[in-house]
Structures are given as structure tokens and as C-alpha cells.
């Protein structure tokens, strides 16, 4: 039976009836990054549920980020994820223009470099799409991490602006670990807020007398919070505001 994982969903804003779905597919439980391919589908409902549509739109893949979703004031359907046939994860962004919940790669749109985790947001006045995710940063030869970047774009997904780090300093300096997952969430007029897990337990391994930082991926994760009242031009300092258990 296959293991079906990072499920979204999303309604259109003009048309509750319109209804898309995302969800990760792999053929085992214990899918290991990288060995084991999984497959990411998109449905589609146009009549609140009754009857849905499938799209495999990007094949077997080997990172297994979520496809992320969302809706603008027009009813223009987006989707995000990260894909890769090999070591090297990219973000992609997916877009389809009002009236159809059809995905078609936006060669534009795509985001060099090793990423993961990425998350978009829609402006519902303006229509400004908002995107933060994960870019991966070496540590030292053994242990590398990921680092909150954001981006916008003024054209529907088409192009996007350079990358902002969210944080001055690397991401394992504040804490001493790394993070899994980040994600955006608009306020009022230019105000929103970027969230991420970190993973707090890390060790130190020393092998031939090199001594590099690990991670131990125990939880609970701690949960940090930057804001801006710019529309993401600049950032408060990190806080630490809880600690997730998932």
C-alpha cells in the first residue's frame, strides 16, 4: 500500500466550489532521502468535492518537499515544491492563470541552487505572491544547513525578486541547530511573518582529529518568528516563541 504524506489543500476565495488538494506518494513507509523516489499529485475539484481530478505533473522525483498552494483575490491558482532527479534539490514554481487548476512549469520562475521546503502566500488586496524556503549552506565538510530566504513577485509568479535572508547570522549560530521546515503568514497592509523549526539537539563527532558539528533530530523542535512591517524588505531579530512536536 503506498504511503501517502504532506497533504495541502486550498479554496479558491472567488469560488468555494473550486477546491485543489496536494499530497506526496511513496511506495514504502520508510522512504529514505535519497534512495527512494516518490511521486507528488495534484486534484482538482471544481464542484466542491463531488468528483475529482488528477494530475502527476512532475513524475517520480527524488526530494519529497510538499507541492504548497494557494489562491489570489482572482481566483489564479499556485503551486510550489521542490523537486530533483538527484542529490541536488531545486525549488520550482508552478503557475496556472484564473478559470483552470492546471499545473504547467514556468521555466522562469525557477529558483537556482540547493533549496527545500518551499511556501508561498498570496497578498489578498494586492495580489503580490510571497515565498520563503530553506537554502541549504555548508557548515563544514560533514554537516550543512538550511537558511530562511524570501522572495516576492509583482507578475504572477514569472519572475521573482533576489533572495533575503531572513536572518543577519547563520541560522546555527542563534541556536545550534538547523531548521526543517519554514513558512510565511501575511498581516495587514505590508506586515507578515516568517516561522521555522530548528532542530536543537546537535553533538559533535570527531573522526581522524576533525571535529564537526551533527544534528540528533530528536524534538521537541524550538519555533522561531521573525516580522516585517515592509513587505519583507527587512526583518525584526529572530525570537524563540515555543517548541513544536511535529
Not at 472567488?14 to 532521502?33: G, H, L, Q
Not at 509568479?157 to 531548521?179: A, D, F, L, M, Q
Not at 506586515?191 to 576533525?210: H, P, S, Y
Amino acid at each position: 500500500v503506498p504511503y501517502v504524506f504532506n497533504a495541502d489543500i486550498a479554496l479558491d476565495p472567488t469560488n468555494p466550489e473550486r477546491i485543489a488538494v496536494t499530497v506526496n506518494k511513496a511506495e514504502k513507509y520508510d522512504c529514505k532521502y535519497i534512495l527512494c523516489q516518490t511521486t507528488s499529485l495534484l486534484y482538482s475539484s471544481s464542484d466542491g468535492g463531488g468528483s475529482w481530478q488528477e494530475q502527476d505533473p512532475y513524475g517520480k522525483q527524488i526530494v519529497y518537499n510538499a507541492i504548497q498552494t494557494a489562491f489570489d483575490e482572482t481566483g489564479a491558482f499556485y503551486t510550489v515544491t521542490n523537486i530533483g532527479f538527484d542529490a541536488d534539490a531545486t525549488a520550482w514554481t508552478y503557475v496556472t492563470r484564473a478559470g483552470e487548476m492546471v499545473v504547467e512549469k514556468n521555466e522562469d520562475a525557477r529558483l537556482e541552487g540547493e533549496t527545500y521546503g518551499a511556501k508561498i502566500a498570496v497578498h489578498p488586496e494586492t495580489g503580490v505572491l510571497y515565498m520563503v524556503y530553506l537554502a541549504i549552506e555548508e557548515v563544514n565538510p560533514s554537516f550543512s544547513s538550511g537558511v530562511p530566504e524570501f522572495r516576492t513577485s509583482l507578475d504572477g509568479g514569472k519572475t521573482w525578486s533576489e533572495p533575503t535572508r531572513v536572518v543577519e547570522k547563520p541560522v546555527w549560530e542563534i541556536n545550534e541547530g538547523y531548521p526543517f521546515e519554514a513558512d510565511i503568514f501575511l498581516g495587514d497592509d505590508e506586515r507578515l511573518a516568517v516561522v521555522w523549526t530548528q532542530d536543537d539537539g546537535t553533538f559533535t563527532k570527531t573522526i581522524n582529529g576533525e571535529t564537526n558539528i551533527h544534528s540528533s533530530n530528536y524534538v521537541p523542535y524550538s519555533v522561531w518568528i521573525v516580522l516585517s512591517n515592509d513587505g519583507g524588505k527587512t526583518f525584526t531579530e529572530p525570537r524563540r516563541v515555543g517548541e513544536s512536536w511535529g
